[in-house]
């Protein structure tokens, strides 16, 4: 779709209504929302029973403003509803997942009785080497079937994961192990990206030199290179999990037992913690997955295109899908790993028909071109998800058209580690979509729209998003600093949960998110969204992705920085940089306002990611504000930056 098109459609349609034939089958019926409105305690004390409970709960919620408890009574076992439960049901020839790996033609399929003894002989091993109920337990691993058997091992026993995403420096990995003060730690030899071995275990070597209590350390062979090893401490995972016994009676756990820590990033040097319990992190998992995605377990086959290691693969690679008893797919490669169509054909010949992924990842695909989707049968997809940050209307109209074939609706989705589950989102089937707006909280949750004084703000305004009521899946607070966690989320609008984003209401009053507020910049007194400038610039037709950050300006207080890069097709473009700058300031100026227009717009061939495809809009700052870069480690290609930098420093893109 064209760019005047677009615009055309967006002002005249705005929205797609549900099909009535989707609407028929959905699992979430209008009802629901009044359900939930009436009572929304009881709403999720219901919710609760999908869940299969040693002793179910007689208490729903107990809300000491702002710690919460859900379901304290009740007792139960996260792996046990993940994986036996089903087992027992006479499922356990399901297929759980189907592993894909980095390399062409890796592959491997691993049924729901297959995963159970794999979990079982995990936890074994687990103990062997002490762990117990409680301790922490640190997982730093590839994208690789074991790392889902490890989480599930480990919360088997009552104990705790914290699972440390595998692009993290050595630096970064012994601050969150000391900070939870892990015991033991899961990892692998290596992973594999794009064909080629990465090693992981020395970044552990060199990160236990400053954490003495982790006693063991259990190690995958991967890619089977070459490691430095201590004996005594570290243990070859097939030397001492294969040799365990493929049963093991599970033991049952309070709901607020501590289930997992996940670190994030804060206006600090130092991660925040966030840590989750059993009952209603699990809860709000199993239901959300359910209703948003749409789930038939016995027909779907889902494909939640993220990392273990952030809480997107924790809800919704793990959690969420196993709870629910269906087929998951899992890569461990990169978009491109054997070529632009990899997805494509992971789809065609897994027949995927449930797809969720970030819109970063969606404009690569876009940049990469529509011929790669085309040329594969994507015709097993019926629903489409986006998750990570807020999606541009051409790039959700991309997806819509070139993967889902204009029949598959969209569920545009914002949560957040701290929210441990999706908050805001369509529900397929009952609510209509807009191009770019995540359109409303879910049932039982409860958020609003307020100004600086925390009053709610009107339909076609805009403000900061707020959670007003308690939710089961919440945070219970930062790892061992209740007092950082007060001052983080509840200090800025006392009695509300403050998300730290921004959003706007349209004039149906359905939501729009703006991004993070450290990510609103102040030009000559008008407040502005990175996220709108951004949207803007990828709205042109020749740009494929946009960072903005603002910078600091002696005249204006701060000055849009912004850093584009071209779609592989405009070579014109390419030619004239300097008309391709001027035309993107004045489609800024048209789209938003001249206030709007970036002081400097740096054409670059790349933007710094990380391996799971997430831009560095900090190091981005780094880089306008002339600061020393920080932390470049998890970068998938760290030199893309310093070309960035060199750039900035030749005063290219910059207005006159």
Request: charged residues 25%; aromatic residues 8%; hydrophobic residues 40%.
């Amino acid at each position: 779709m064209t760019e005047a098109k677009l615009e055309a459609w967006l002002e005249e349609t705005r929205s797609f209504p549900p099909s009535e034939e989707f609407a028929k089958q959905a699992n979430a019926q209008p009802s629901i929302y009044e359900e939930a409105a009436a009572d929304p305690i009881a709403y999720w004390r219901t919710q609760a029973d999908r869940l299969t409970w040693t002793k179910a709960p007689t208490k729903t919620l107990e809300w000491d403003l702002p710690f919460a408890k859900w379901f304290s009574d009740g007792t139960l076992n996260a792996s046990y509803n993940c994986v036996d439960r089903h087992v027992e049901a006479g499922k356990g020839d399901k297929v759980a997942y189907h592993w894909v790996g980095d390399a062409e033609g890796e592959s491997r399929t691993i049924t729901y009785g297959e995963l159970q003894k794999m979990v079982a002989k995990a936890a074994n091993a687990l103990s062997e080497l002490g762990v117990k109920s409680g301790d922490r337990v640190a997982v730093y691993m590839p994208m690789i079937p074991e790392a889902i058997v490890t989480m599930l091992a480990v919360v088997r026993l009552g104990a705790v994961h914290s699972v440390i995403f595998a692009g993290f420096s050595a630096e970064s990995l012994s601050s969150r192990i000391l900070d939870s003060d892990c015991q033991v730690v899961v990892t692998a030899d290596g992973a594999f990206r794009r064909g080629a071995a990465a090693p992981l275990k020395p970044a552990v070597d060199e990160a236990l030199k400053s954490c003495p209590n982790v006693r063991a350390v259990l190690v995958v062979q991967r890619t089977k290179g070459d490691v430095e090893w201590v004996e005594g401490r570290d243990h070859w995972w097939h030397d001492i999990v294969d040799k365990q016994a493929d049963t093991h009676a599970p033991e049952s756990f309070d709901a607020e037992h501590t289930m997992l820590i996940m670190y994030t990033s804060g206006t600090t040097a130092k991660p925040k913690g966030i840590f989750h319990t059993t009952g209603g992190y699990l809860t709000q998992a199993a239901t959300t997955y359910y209703n948003i995605f749409d789930v038939k377990p016995d027909t779907d086959v889902c494909w939640t295109a993220a990392d273990i290691g952030w809480i997107t693969g924790h809800s919704y690679i793990v959690y969420g899908p196993l709870i629910n008893g269906v087929t998951s797919v899992m890569y461990e490669g990169l978009p491109d790993s054997g070529g632009r169509d990899r997805w494509w054909r992971i789809i065609e010949e897994n027949k995927v028909s449930i797809l969720y992924t970030a819109p970063t990842t969606i404009r690569t695909l876009m940049k990469w071109g529509h011929q790669h989707p085309a040329s594969k049968d994507l015709s097993s997809l019926r629903l489409l998800g986006t998750v990570g940050e807020p999606i541009n209307p051409e790039a959700w109209m991309w997806y819509r058209e070139h993967v889902g074939g204009n029949r598959c609706p969209i569920v545009d989705t914002w949560w957040q580690t701290e929210t441990g589950a999706i908050m805001i989102s369509p529900l397929p089937g009952i609510t209509a979509t807009k191009p770019g707006a995540a359109m409303k909280a879910l049932p039982g949750i409860m958020v609003d729209v307020v100004d600086n004084e925390g009053n709610s703000v009107g339909n076609g305004e805009g403000g900061y998003l707020v959670v007003t009521h308690p939710w089961p899946s919440m945070t219970r607070g930062i790892y061992g600093d209740p007092e950082r966690f007060k001052e983080t989320y509840w200090a800025r609008f006392p009695g509300l949960y403050f998300a730290g984003d921004g959003a706007k209401k349209d004039e149906d009053g359905d939501l729009w998110l703006l991004g993070r507020i450290d990510d609103v910049m102040n030009i000559s007194g008008h407040r502005l969204s990175t996220t709108e400038v951004e949207h803007a610039l990828v709205g042109y037709p020749a740009v494929a992705e946009a960072a903005v950050v603002g910078a600091s300006d002696p005249t204006t207080g701060q000055a849009i920085v912004a850093f584009v890069t071209l779609k592989l097709s405009a070579e014109d473009a390419e030619k004239d940089q300097t008309a391709t700058i001027e035309a993107l300031r004045d489609h800024v100026a048209k789209v938003i306002s001249p206030i709007a227009k970036p002081r400097q717009i740096i054409l670059t061939p790349e933007l710094p990611k990380t391996r799971s495809g997430k831009i560095m809009r900090r190091l981005l700052r780094d880089v306008a504000e002339n600061r020393p870069l920080g932390d470049v480690t998890t970068l998938t290609d760290p030199t893309v930056v310093n070309s960035i930098a060199d750039l900035m420093s030749k005063g290219d893109g910059t207005e006159e």
